[in-house]
C-alpha cells in the first residue's frame, strides 16, 4: 500500500449510487431472504454492513478491510513504523 | 473497583427500574445521573474556556466551536459529552476521533500530547475547522480523548478567509493537516508551530486561537481527573455509558414512533462557483423499527467547485433528524447510534481528494432541510419548513491603512439567515441556519478592530415565505470599507429562496449589490437600486429583483453567489440582502389579524400580503373583511385551476 489511493479522478456519471450486493442469507430477526451488504457511515466510521432490508437487523457490521476501499481513500503510511511525534 | 456493563441487554432503559439499571452499570441510579451530567459540565467548561480565551471573532463572538469528550468503549472511540457553539461538531466530532485513534500509535501517546488535525477526509468539515485531541492516560492506558474545535479566520491558501469560491482542488484552499503533534507532553512542537505561523495572513490571532484551543483541554484534563480522582475511572466509564444509553433509548423511541416506510427526499445547490451545473442533494429516508437509513444515492456527482463534502454528511443529516424526533436531549454518541448514513462516493456528498470542499455551509444546509422534510413527510402533524439555507457569511480582510492602525487585518461576518415555519409557529427571524445555530457578528467588535462599518443590520420586510405559519424573515446587511477591502461572500439559494412546504410559499432569495456610499439616503433605503451596481441574485429587465420569473445573474457582476477577491473601496458600500425562510401551510388560511399584526410592525406590505395571503386591507390598520372573503376564494378557486400558486416573498417598491 503507497499512494495511490491519494487522489482520484472525478467520476463521469451525472448521478451516483451506493451498491447493494445482495447475499444468501436468511434474517434471524424476520425471517426475510432479503440480505444485502453494502458500505455504509455508521455512529463510529466507515463500516461495511451485512443487513436484513427488510427490518435493518445486522447480520454484522466489520471493520472494512483495505480490499473494500471504503472510505476510497488512505493514508500512504498506514503501515509504517510510528515515531514519537507520530 | 471494576464494573462489567452489561450492554447486551435488549431491555429499553425507559423499561427499567432503579434497581435493574443498578444491575445492569453496576452503579446506583443516582450515581450514574451525576457522573453523566459530571461529564457534561467538563464539556462545558472546555467550551467556556475555549470562547473567552479565543482571539478572533468567530470564536470570541460567533461562538463557531465545540468541546468534546470521547470516551473507550466495544465499538471504538464514543463521545460521552459534548458542548457546541456551532451545532454541527457535536455531530461529526466522534468520527473524527475514531479516524484519528485508528492511525495514531497509541503506544507512542504521552500525557500532555495534543494532536491537530483539520482533514476533511479525515472527518473534518472543512480545512477551516481545526481540531485538537489530547488523549487522557489513566493507569498506562489511553481512556478518554478531550477534543476542542474552532474555525479559525486564515491558514494561507490562494483565498483569505478560506472559503476559497472558485478554486478546484484542496490544494488552493486552507493548509490540510493530517492528524500532526502540536504539542508534545505540553510542550509546542515548534516546527509545527512555525509551519501554521508563517504560513497564515493572521498569526497572531491564529496563535491565539491555537493556545485558547489547547488551553481549553489543558482544563479539561484537570477537571477530569478530579472526576476520576473523586468517583473512580469505573463509575465515570458507567455514567458515560449509561449517557450515551440514556440518549441512544431516547432517539430509538422518537424512531419506533414513525411510520416504517421510504421518504425520498432532493434540494438543490444553485451552483458551484466554478460551472453553472445545478447539484442535486437526493436521499432516500428509510425507517424500519426504531432505526433509520439515510442513503444518499442519487446525488450529483462532485462539484468542480467547493460545494461538496468529503464525510461529513452521514453524520451531519443526524441533526435534521434529531430536530423533529427528540429536540431537548443533549448530543452524545447516542444520538448517532440508531442511524446508518450511505454515501456515494465521489459523489457531492463524499467527494474524492483533492476535490475542494471549503464552502460546506450550502449542501450542510440542505442536508439538514431535506432531513426535517422526510420527517414532515413521515409525520405530517410534525412538518418543519426548510431554512433560508445560507449565512451570508463574508470573510473580509486587507491592509489597514488608517493612521495608528496599519498592518494586515481579517474578519469574519455572519449576518444571519432565518428558519422556515412549523407546525406549531412562525419561523425564527435573524438566526443561523441550523447546521451551525451559532451566534451573527458583534457590530461594535468589528468596528473596533476593523477598518468597516457596518451601517445596517436589520430584518428585510416581504422576505418571509407565506404560510399558515409563515417563514422568518431574513435581512438587509450594509457595511462601509474605511480601507479597500477584500471580501469573500459565501451563500447560495439566490436563485430561487427557501421552499415552503404544505402549500406554504418560499422565502426571498439572496442578493448583493454595489451602492455608492457617500449619499445616506441611498445607502440607507435597501430598496433603492439608483446608481447600484448588482453584483448577484434573480431580477428582471430592469434591475429589480423578482423571485419569481426574473433571470438569474441578469446584469450582475456575477453568476454565483459564491464570490472571492472582491475588491470594496472607500466610498463603496456592499449590501446584501438574505432571503427569509419557506413558509408551512396554506396563507390563505392564516388568520387575518396575525396577518394584519406583520403588516403594522413593518414586516409585510399591504402589496405582499394581498398577492400572497388574500388580505385586503382598507387603511394601515383595517382589514377590508369582505374583499379578503372574496379574494381568498378567487385565490383558491384558481390554484384548484393551476392558475395561482403562492408566490415567492420579495418586496415589491423597488427603486430604479
Ligand atoms: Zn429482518
Same mark, same amino acid.
Given at each position: 500500500?503507497?499512494?495511490?489511493?491519494?487522489?482520484?479522478? !472525478?467520476?463521469?456519471?451525472?448521478?451516483?449510487?451506493?451498491?447493494?450486493?445482495?447475499?444468501?442469507?436468511?434474517?434471524?430477526?424476520?425471517?426475510?431472504?432479503?440480505?444485502?451488504?453494502?458500505?455504509?457511515?455508521?455512529?463510529?466510521?466507515?463500516?461495511?454492513?451485512?443487513?436484513?432490508?427488510?427490518?435493518?437487523?445486522?447480520?454484522?457490521?466489520?471493520?472494512?478491510?483495505?480490499?473494500? $476501499?471504503?472510505?476510497?481513500?488512505?493514508?500512504?503510511? =498506514?503501515?509504517?513504523?510510528?515515531?514519537?511525534?507520530? | 473497583?471494576? *464494573?462489567?456493563?452489561? *450492554?447486551?441487554?435488549?431491555?429499553?432503559?425507559?423499561?427499567?427500574?432503579?434497581?435493574?439499571?443498578?444491575?445492569?452499570?453496576?452503579?446506583?441510579?443516582?450515581?450514574?445521573?451525576?457522573?453523566?451530567?459530571?461529564?457534561?459540565?467538563?464539556?462545558?467548561?472546555?467550551?467556556?474556556?475555549?470562547?473567552?480565551?479565543?482571539?478572533?471573532?468567530?470564536?470570541?463572538d460567533i461562538q463557531d466551536?465545540?468541546?468534546?469528550?470521547? %470516551?473507550?468503549?466495544?465499538?471504538?472511540?464514543? &463521545?460521552?459529552?459534548?458542548?457546541?457553539g456551532a451545532m454541527?461538531?457535536?455531530?461529526?466530532?466522534?468520527?473524527?476521533?475514531?479516524?484519528?485513534?485508528?492511525?495514531?500509535?497509541?503506544?507512542?501517546?504521552?500525557? #500532555?500530547?495534543?494532536?491537530?488535525?483539520?482533514?476533511?477526509?479525515?472527518?473534518?468539515?472543512?480545512?477551516?475547522?481545526?481540531?485538537?485531541?489530547? !488523549?487522557?492516560?489513566?493507569?498506562?492506558?489511553?481512556?478518554?480523548?478531550?477534543?476542542?474545535?474552532?474555525?479559525?479566520?486564515?491558514?494561507?491558501?490562494?483565498?483569505?478567509?478560506?472559503?476559497?469560491?472558485?478554486?478546484?482542488?484542496?490544494?488552493?484552499?486552507?493548509?490540510?493537516? !493530517?492528524?500532526?503533534? +502540536?504539542?508534545?507532553?505540553?510542550?509546542?512542537? @515548534?516546527?509545527?508551530?512555525?509551519?501554521?505561523?508563517?504560513?497564515?495572513?493572521?498569526?497572531?490571532?491564529?496563535?491565539? /486561537?491555537?493556545?485558547?484551543?489547547?488551553?481549553?483541554?489543558?482544563?479539561?484534563?484537570? @477537571?477530569?481527573?478530579? =472526576?476520576?480522582?473523586?468517583?473512580?475511572?469505573?463509575?465515570?466509564?458507567?455514567?458515560?455509558?449509561?449517557?450515551?444509553? @440514556? *440518549?441512544?433509548?431516547?432517539?430509538?423511541?422518537?424512531?419506533?414512533? +414513525?411510520? /416504517?416506510?421510504?421518504?425520498?427526499?432532493?434540494?438543490?445547490?444553485?451552483?458551484?462557483?466554478?460551472?453553472?451545473?445545478?447539484? @442535486?442533494?437526493?436521499?432516500?429516508?428509510?425507517?424500519? #423499527?426504531?432505526?433509520?437509513?439515510?442513503?444518499?444515492?442519487?446525488?450529483?456527482?462532485?462539484?468542480?467547485?467547493?460545494?461538496?463534502?468529503?464525510?461529513?454528511?452521514?453524520?451531519?443529516?443526524?441533526?435534521g433528524?434529531?430536530m423533529v424526533?427528540?429536540p $431537548?436531549?443533549?448530543?452524545?454518541?447516542?444520538?448517532?447510534?440508531?442511524?446508518?448514513?450511505?454515501?456515494?462516493?465521489?459523489?457531492?456528498?463524499? &467527494?474524492?481528494?483533492?476535490?475542494?470542499?471549503?464552502?460546506?455551509l450550502d449542501?450542510?444546509s440542505?442536508?439538514i432541510n %431535506?432531513?426535517t422534510t422526510?420527517?414532515s413527510?413521515?409525520?405530517?402533524?410534525?412538518g418543519v419548513a426548510p431554512d433560508s439555507g445560507n449565512f451570508a457569511a463574508m470573510?473580509?480582510?486587507?491592509?489597514?491603512?488608517?493612521? #495608528?492602525?496599519?498592518?494586515?487585518?481579517?474578519?469574519?461576518i455572519l449576518p444571519g439567515g432565518a428558519w422556515g415555519g412549523t407546525y406549531k409557529s412562525d419561523g425564527l427571524t435573524s438566526v443561523t441556519p441550523a447546521i451551525g445555530a451559532c451566534r451573527s457578528s458583534v457590530w461594535?467588535?468589528?468596528?473596533?478592530?476593523?477598518?468597516?462599518?457596518p451601517l445596517m443590520h436589520e430584518f428585510l420586510p416581504d422576505s418571509a415565505g407565506a404560510g399558515f405559519h409563515r417563514g422568518g424573515f431574513g435581512g438587509i446587511f450594509t457595511l462601509? !470599507? =474605511?480601507?479597500?477591502?477584500?471580501?469573500?461572500?459565501?451563500g447560495d439559494r439566490s436563485?430561487r429562496g427557501a421552499p415552503g412546504v404544505n402549500?406554504g410559499g418560499s422565502g426571498f432569495p439572496f442578493y448583493a449589490?454595489?451602492?455608492?456610499?457617500?449619499?445616506?439616503?441611498?445607502?440607507l433605503d435597501p430598496f433603492?437600486?439608483?446608481?447600484?451596481?448588482?453584483?448577484?441574485g434573480?431580477?428582471?429587465?430592469?434591475?429589480?429583483p423578482?423571485a419569481?420569473?426574473?433571470?438569474?445573474?441578469?446584469?450582475?457582476?456575477?453568476?454565483?453567489?459564491?464570490?472571492?477577491?472582491?475588491?470594496?473601496?472607500?466610498?463603496?458600500? =456592499?449590501r446584501v440582502l438574505f432571503g427569509g425562510g419557506g413558509g408551512w401551510g396554506?396563507p390563505?388560511?392564516r388568520p387575518v389579524d396575525r396577518v394584519l399584526e406583520d403588516v403594522q410592525a413593518g414586516l409585510y406590505s399591504p402589496e405582499f400580503v394581498?398577492r400572497a395571503y388574500?388580505v385586503?386591507?382598507?387603511?394601515?390598520?383595517?382589514?377590508?373583511?369582505?374583499?379578503?372573503?372574496?379574494?381568498?376564494?378567487?385565490?383558491?378557486?384558481?390554484?384548484? /385551476?393551476?392558475?395561482? &400558486?403562492v408566490p415567492a416573498a420579495c418586496p415589491t417598491n423597488? *427603486?430604479?
Amino acid at each position: 500500500m503507497g499512494v495511490e489511493r491519494l487522489i482520484f479522478a !472525478p467520476p463521469s456519471e451525472q448521478f451516483l449510487h451506493v451498491q447493494r450486493t445482495p447475499v444468501e442469507a436468511t434474517c434471524p430477526q424476520c425471517g426475510s431472504g432479503d440480505v444485502a451488504r453494502y458500505p455504509v457511515a455508521n455512529y463510529v466510521g466507515p463500516r461495511i454492513v451485512t443487513k436484513c432490508q427488510t427490518c435493518f437487523h445486522h447480520l454484522s457490521v466489520d471493520v472494512p478491510t483495505a480490499d473494500d $476501499h471504503w472510505p476510497p481513500w488512505r493514508s500512504a503510511t =498506514l503501515d509504517w513504523p510510528s515515531s514519537r511525534a507520530g | 473497583m471494576t *464494573i462489567d456493563i452489561d *450492554i447486551d441487554d435488549n431491555q429499553h432503559l425507559s423499561n427499567l427500574d432503579a434497581k435493574d439499571i443498578a444491575r445492569r452499570y453496576g452503579a446506583e441510579l443516582v450515581e450514574l445521573e451525576t457522573l453523566r451530567y459530571g461529564l457534561l459540565e467538563v464539556a462545558r467548561d472546555m467550551h467556556e474556556s475555549l470562547v473567552r480565551s479565543s482571539f478572533s471573532p468567530i470564536v470570541r463572538d460567533i461562538q463557531d466551536c465545540t468541546a468534546a469528550i470521547h %470516551m473507550r468503549t466495544d465499538a471504538g472511540w464514543e &463521545t460521552v459529552a459534548s458542548r457546541e457553539g456551532a451545532m454541527q461538531h457535536a455531530f461529526t466530532a466522534q468520527h473524527m476521533c475514531n479516524f484519528l485513534m485508528e492511525e495514531w500509535d497509541e503506544a507512542s501517546l504521552q500525557p #500532555g500530547d495534543t494532536i491537530f488535525v483539520n482533514d476533511p477526509w479525515r472527518g473534518a468539515i472543512h480545512q477551516s475547522d481545526v481540531n485538537l485531541f489530547r !488523549p487522557i492516560i489513566i493507569d498506562g492506558r489511553v481512556e478518554f480523548v478531550l477534543h476542542s474545535t474552532s474555525h479559525v479566520l486564515d491558514l494561507g491558501g490562494a483565498v483569505p478567509g478560506g472559503f476559497a469560491n472558485g478554486v478546484q482542488t484542496h490544494f488552493e484552499e486552507q493548509l490540510k493537516f !493530517p492528524p500532526t503533534l +502540536l504539542y508534545a507532553g505540553d510542550v509546542p512542537v @515548534r516546527p509545527a508551530f512555525n509551519y501554521i505561523l508563517e504560513n497564515t495572513r493572521v498569526p497572531s490571532s491564529l496563535l491565539g /486561537d491555537l493556545r485558547a484551543l489547547y488551553g481549553c483541554l489543558a482544563v479539561g484534563d484537570a @477537571r477530569l481527573r478530579e =472526576l476520576v480522582d473523586r468517583f473512580g475511572l469505573a463509575l465515570v466509564r458507567a455514567g458515560g455509558q449509561y449517557g450515551t444509553d @440514556r *440518549i441512544e433509548q431516547s432517539m430509538r423511541a422518537a424512531i419506533a414512533a +414513525l411510520p /416504517d416506510g421510504d421518504y425520498p427526499v432532493e434540494d438543490f445547490i444553485d451552483e458551484d462557483g466554478v460551472t453553472d451545473e445545478e447539484l @442535486r442533494i437526493a436521499a432516500t429516508v428509510r425507517v424500519r #423499527g426504531d432505526s433509520i437509513e439515510v442513503d444518499f444515492s442519487g446525488t450529483s456527482r462532485q462539484p468542480l467547485g467547493n460545494v461538496g463534502t468529503a464525510w461529513i454528511e452521514g453524520t451531519r443529516c443526524v441533526q435534521g433528524i434529531k430536530m423533529v424526533l427528540d429536540p $431537548h436531549s443533549p448530543v452524545n454518541s447516542g444520538t448517532l447510534r440508531p442511524i446508518e448514513a450511505l454515501l456515494p462516493a465521489g459523489s457531492a456528498v463524499c &467527494t474524492l481528494p483533492p476535490s475542494s470542499v471549503s464552502n460546506h455551509l450550502d449542501i450542510g444546509s440542505r442536508n439538514i432541510n %431535506m432531513m426535517t422534510t422526510a420527517m414532515s413527510m413521515a409525520l405530517p402533524e410534525h412538518g418543519v419548513a426548510p431554512d433560508s439555507g445560507n449565512f451570508a457569511a463574508m470573510m473580509i480582510g486587507g491592509f489597514d491603512d488608517r493612521h #495608528g492602525h496599519e498592518g494586515p487585518w481579517a474578519g469574519a461576518i455572519l449576518p444571519g439567515g432565518a428558519w422556515g415555519g412549523t407546525y406549531k409557529s412562525d419561523g425564527l427571524t435573524s438566526v443561523t441556519p441550523a447546521i451551525g445555530a451559532c451566534r451573527s457578528s458583534v457590530w461594535e467588535h468589528i468596528e473596533r478592530e476593523s477598518p468597516i462599518v457596518p451601517l445596517m443590520h436589520e430584518f428585510l420586510p416581504d422576505s418571509a415565505g407565506a404560510g399558515f405559519h409563515r417563514g422568518g424573515f431574513g435581512g438587509i446587511f450594509t457595511l462601509l !470599507p =474605511l480601507a479597500t477591502t477584500y471580501a469573500t461572500i459565501t451563500g447560495d439559494r439566490s436563485k430561487r429562496g427557501a421552499p415552503g412546504v404544505n402549500g406554504g410559499g418560499s422565502g426571498f432569495p439572496f442578493y448583493a449589490w454595489l451602492v455608492p456610499g457617500d449619499d445616506p439616503s441611498v445607502v440607507l433605503d435597501p430598496f433603492d437600486l439608483r446608481g447600484c451596481e448588482p453584483l448577484f441574485g434573480v431580477f428582471d429587465g430592469q434591475g429589480r429583483p423578482v423571485a419569481d420569473d426574473g433571470v438569474f445573474g441578469r446584469g450582475a457582476r456575477y453568476q454565483t453567489a459564491k464570490v472571492a477577491g472582491l475588491e470594496l473601496k472607500p466610498g463603496y458600500a =456592499l449590501r446584501v440582502l438574505f432571503g427569509g425562510g419557506g413558509g408551512w401551510g396554506d396563507p390563505l388560511e392564516r388568520p387575518v389579524d396575525r396577518v394584519l399584526e406583520d403588516v403594522q410592525a413593518g414586516l409585510y406590505s399591504p402589496e405582499f400580503v394581498e398577492r400572497a395571503y388574500g388580505v385586503v386591507l382598507s387603511s394601515s390598520d383595517e382589514v377590508d373583511v369582505d374583499a379578503t372573503t372574496r379574494l381568498r376564494a378567487e385565490l383558491a378557486d384558481a390554484r384548484k /385551476d393551476g392558475k395561482w &400558486t403562492v408566490p415567492a416573498a420579495c418586496p415589491t417598491n423597488w *427603486i430604479v
